[in-house]
Every structure is written in C-alpha cells, then in structure tokens.
C-alpha cells in the first residue's frame, strides 16, 4: 500500500483507508466507469486551504449526470466533505480525489440499476511533473477521443485509457510526457494537462471547441494573465506552432504550471523556461499560498467552518 494511516470519507462515513475494501470484480474496475476530481489544498498562513474546491465538485456533479450516475449528495455535502477528509488527514498540503463508482461486483456491462458509492481521499503529494527546468513532450501518434466517441467534459476513468497509452509511448520513446492532437489535427492536450503557448507576448490555448477537458487551472491561467496584462487568445492551434512558440507550458491542478522546453526534440525558444511562463507560475502560487487577495475567494480554509 502506498499509503498508510490514512483517513478517508467513504458514502458518508470517515474510515481508515485500510479498512475500506472494494471486490475484486467491482464494475468500475473491470469496466473503467468510474469518475473522478483531482483537487489540491495548499498551506496558507491561515492553515490549508482548498483551491476552487466548488469548481471542482460542479465538474464531478457533471461527469456524474453526464453518466446518469446518482450520487446521492448535493454539492454542499460533498464540499463539506471535501473539508472534513484534509482535515481528518491533518494534511497542510495534499491532493484530493474524489471518486464515484459502481459498487457492483456481479459480472455484466450495463450498470443499470448498480449502486454507486463515492468516496474522498486525501494525500500527500508534491510535484507532479517535478520539473522545474521543463518537460520534454513528444507528440503522441495516438489522437485524443472526441466527443463524438466520448463524453470528454466527463472527467471519466475510461478516457484515461486514452491518456495512458500516449503517456507511454512518449516515456517508452524517452520524453517525459505526450501532448495529444485532436481527431481535426489542430492541438488538443496533454495527457493530463492542458496546454498554452507564448508567442510575442500572447497567450495562446486551444479553445472550447477543441476536444479537451475544460481544465480549473486553465481557467484560472487565463485569469491570471488577464490580471497580469497579458492578452489570451483561444484559437485552433497547428502543432508547429508550438515548435516555433516563444514559450510552452502544461497547466493542471497536478501539474500545475510545467514549462515544456522541448518537443520532438525541437528546442522551445531557447530551451530555457520562459520569462511569460515564470511570472504566471509565480502569480499562481502566490494565489494557491494565499498571497494575493485579488484571488481569494478561489480559496476554502479548512480551519474556517463551512
Ligand atoms: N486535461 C486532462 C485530460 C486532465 O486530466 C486534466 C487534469 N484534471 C486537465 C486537462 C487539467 O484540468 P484541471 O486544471 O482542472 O486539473
């Protein structure tokens, strides 16, 4: 086990990790329909606090209405219970997950009818893509799923699939991570990330229509760089484009901001990490720390009461 004296909320009720056990045979397991959040808490001087905790429990609402999941807990419950978990945990700094999924191990596709539990737990975690020099990226062979195929507003485990095999054929190929093309060509992603890109001091990502998840830190990044002065523009982008960019960089509440200095062996800019990409990342931690009061309200301090 990877995680010991943890304290999990699991449908309603706070348990040891080590006690909460699920069949081997569970529908979400053999089936990859569960779905999920990937949040974080950050320390603050007024104790930890949970980063656009709301944004982030109405996206796990959706991918679960989207999959005609109920989940039996109203926004209000799951953010209250979001709280408690990092509290529980007494964890300053951590990432959540919470996660939905059939709860049935009779053997059958259709989960129709399957109960569904939810449970939150909370770990320890520090760099994702612990880089601070930059990423290498190959640009993966395999294409992102549409959402002609796929609900990709869901944040659904079976889309990972997608994800996963790009991932792999990028770290099999020696670079760290994939970034993913849509099914028109155009740029969508990365594995699990989103992507911008800097040229001649604009910010560039690809749009709404792109097959993308509409990622939380994307949204703040664009927020922060209107409030930094910068313009952003979401466009379609080419893939030499981003050969060509002054600057790349990944955003997700993992990832957070990692600057890509190289792509299919083409250096970015310099190769160094750009001056754009180092004042938003700076910007976004003094926002998640608590630092900068134009940004707080994205913040829930778990010592506050709900
Ligand atoms: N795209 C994909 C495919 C992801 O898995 C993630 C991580 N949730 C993101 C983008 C970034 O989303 P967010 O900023 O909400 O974490």
Redesign the pocket.
């Known amino acids: 086990m990877a995680y010991q004296n943890l304290k999990v909320w699991f449908d309603g009720e706070i348990l040891d990790y080590e006690k909460v056990k699920v069949p081997v045979l569970t529908h979400s397991l053999q089936y990859g329909s569960g779905i999920f959040e990937?949040i974080r808490a950050y320390n603050t001087d007024k104790g930890p606090a949970i980063f656009r905790l709301r944004e982030?429990i109405e996206?796990f609402l959706n991918s679960a209405k989207i999959y005609h999941m109920d989940l039996r807990y109203k926004k209000e419950e799951l953010e209250k219970a979001v709280v408690e978990v990092v509290r529980e945990n007494k964890l300053n700094e951590c990432y959540i997950r919470p996660f939905a999924f059939y709860n049935d191990d009779q053997i059958g596709l259709s989960p129709f009818g399957k109960k569904v539990s939810v449970f939150i737990a909370a770990v320890p975690f520090g760099k994702y893509l612990s880089l601070d020099g930059g990423t290498k990226c190959k640009i993966s062979t395999w294409k992102r799923i549409s959402s002609e195929t796929l609900p990709i507003q869901a944040?659904a485990s079976g889309?990972?699939l997608n994800?996963i095999i790009a991932n792999l054929e990028a770290k099999f190929a020696g670079y760290d991570e994939a970034i993913l093309l849509g099914q028109n060509g155009y740029v969508a992603?990365?594995?699990?990330?989103?992507i911008f890109l800097v040229k001649n001091s604009t910010i560039i990502t690809p749009g709404p229509q792109a097959d993308?998840?509409m990622?939380?830190?994307?949204d703040t990044i664009m927020q922060i760089s209107n409030f930094l002065g910068y313009t952003v523009v979401e466009r379609n982008v080419h893939k030499e484009e981003l050969y060509t960019a002054d600057e790349v960089f990944f955003?997700?509440?993992?990832?957070e901001i990692t600057p890509i200095v190289n792509i299919d062996g083409i250096k970015i800019g310099d190769g160094n990490v750009g001056n754009v990409t180092k004042k938003i990342r700076e910007t976004y931690y003094n926002i998640v720390h608590g630092k900068v009061k134009e940004f707080e309200h994205f913040l829930t301090y778990v010592n506050e009461k709900l």
Do not use: C, F, P, Q
């Open positions: 990937g982030h996206r944040k889309n990972y994800s992603e990365g594995a699990g990330e989103n993308i998840l990622g939380v830190t994307r955003t997700g509440t993992a990832a």
